[in-house]
């Protein structure tokens, strides 16, 4: 079985690679080790996605945006970050009429469920699920993969999206900096008796820290993240107990608030490959770089990430080249790295910043939000790297939520 190209995961950020490369003809295999059916009728895992305008712009051209179900786009139209149990707030707000949302949440199993039916649409796609991949082996002249049923397929370039954990990163010994943060994200559907207002609130309260994120309906999608070793008794809170819970450390600002999905908890770790690219072998979406959820940015850099491969492929791909070309996969993994790098390192520091209690840091916790408050460049410089709809790299650490 000869392909282009294999991707080996049928995530969001392997289906939007595919989905670039629609229309170019070019044969694409890939492989994913969950049943179709979970594929194409993804089921709710508790987590809203706050999409960019650039990623908007993305799952437009690709024609994605489209098939999600109106409803089930919310807009942030401002965001609020709140430090320790002070009830002073940095904002961020449009700023801007032209602009209606600085970003958008979307549930990750509508993303999902609409990438895969566009994926369905293409001729020269092929899907194979319900296996992994047990060896990878690519050299100058071409690449191959073993499936753990024996099977092996050749291609031009093997594309890893296998998640933050990737086994095939790992096969092809491409490093990766990992950082445990010893914490647990949970999150969770809640509606509540006051508007929203299509406000996001992200609250680094002592201890733990609280993300409310306005959907419609008046609902709002709950991150709290807190030391690994609450997990079970956060999780064991009866629905009573949990909804008391929050609208306490919530200051009751939207009423009482209700549980309407379960409860979902995420670990916290974050991984940055330390190069994107082998011997005809790319990394695309989390595999690449997986961000800490607070951050927001993990699926808006794995869409930005797999346009710029793709962008690349298909040029090749048109002017006759080796799509497989290590030149071409390194311009690929230089040019996501510009962005990648600062804003992983950058976030991580600032998370690491608002989860120490330590009392000269809830001094410098302080001094940081009102200096990014009042100093206009900083709320421009963030405010317009979530606005921009162009991929132009860039050096700010950026917090949707
Ligand atoms: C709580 C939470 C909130 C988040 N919020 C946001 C947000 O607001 N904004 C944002 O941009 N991002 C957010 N993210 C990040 C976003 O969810 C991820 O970046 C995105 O899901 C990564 O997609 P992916 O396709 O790279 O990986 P995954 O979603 O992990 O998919 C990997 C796929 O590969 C398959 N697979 C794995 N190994 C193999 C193998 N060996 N063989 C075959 N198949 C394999 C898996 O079954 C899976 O389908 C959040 C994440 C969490 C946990």
Redesign the pocket.
């Known amino acids: 079985m000869d392909n282009d190209i294999i991707i ?7 289906l939007s690679f595919a989905c670039s490369l629609a229309s170019t003809g070019i044969p694409v295999t890939i ?4 049943p179709s059916e979970s594929l194409a009728e993804p089921a709710f895992d ?6 960019t305008h650039l990623s908007v712009r993305i799952l437009t051209e690709l024609g994605i945006w489209e098939r999600l179900p109106d409803d089930a786009v919310s807009p942030i139209r401002e965001a609020r970050v709140l430090n320790g149990d002070s009830p002073y707030n940095l904002t961020f707000d449009t700023m801007d009429e032209s602009i209606d949302a600085l970003g958008y949440l979307v549930s ?1 199993h509508h993303i999902r469920k609409a990438l895969f039916e566009r994926a369905q649409d293409i001729d020269e796609l092929e899907l194979i699920t319900e296996v ?2 047990s060896s990878v082996a690519p050299d100058e002249d071409g690449a191959s993969v073993v499936l753990d049923d024996g099977r092996k397929l050749n291609a031009s370039l093997i594309v890893a ?4 954990f990737s ?2 990163r790992r096969m092809l010994g491409i490093s990766a900096s990992m950082h445990d943060f010893g914490r647990v ?1 949970i ?1 969770c559907r809640m509606e509540h008796d006051q508007p929203n207002e299509g406000i996001a609130y992200e609250c680094f309260h002592y201890g733990r820290t609280l993300a409310v994120l306005p959907l419609n309906d008046q609902q709002s999608s709950i ?1 709290i993240t807190a030391p690994m070793s609450e997990r079970d008794s956060i999780m064991a809170l009866s629905e009573d107990q949990f909804n008391l819970d929050v609208q306490t450390r919530f200051d009751d600002r939207f009423g009482n608030m209700r549980l309407v999905t379960e409860r979902f908890p ?1 670990p916290l770790v974050g991984v940055h490959a330390n190069k994107f690219y082998a011997t005809r072998f790319a990394l695309i ?3 690449a770089v ?2 800490h ?1 607070v951050t ?5 850099l ?1 869409l930005s990430g797999q346009e710029i491969l793709a962008k690349q492929v298909i040029r090749a791909a048109n002017g006759g080249a080796d799509i497989g070309d290590s030149e071409l996969l390194k311009r690929y993994s230089n040019k996501h790295m510009r962005t990648t790098r600062p804003i992983y390192y950058g976030t991580n520091e600032i998370v690491k910043m608002f989860t120490d209690d330590r009392p000269a840091t809830k001094v410098l916790r302080r001094w940081t939000l009102r200096l990014a408050n009042n100093f206009p460049p900083i709320k421009h410089a963030i405010r317009n790297k979530l606005t921009e709809s162009q991929n132009r790299g860039g050096l700010f650490p950026l917090l949707l939520r």
């Open positions: 080996v995961g049928g995530g969001p950020a392997g492989i994913e080790r969950q508790g987590r809203d996605i706050a999409l990750n992994g991949v999206a296998d998640s933050r086994e095939t994200c999150v991150v995420y979406g989390d595999a997986g961000m959820p927001a940015h993990g699926f808006n794995g």
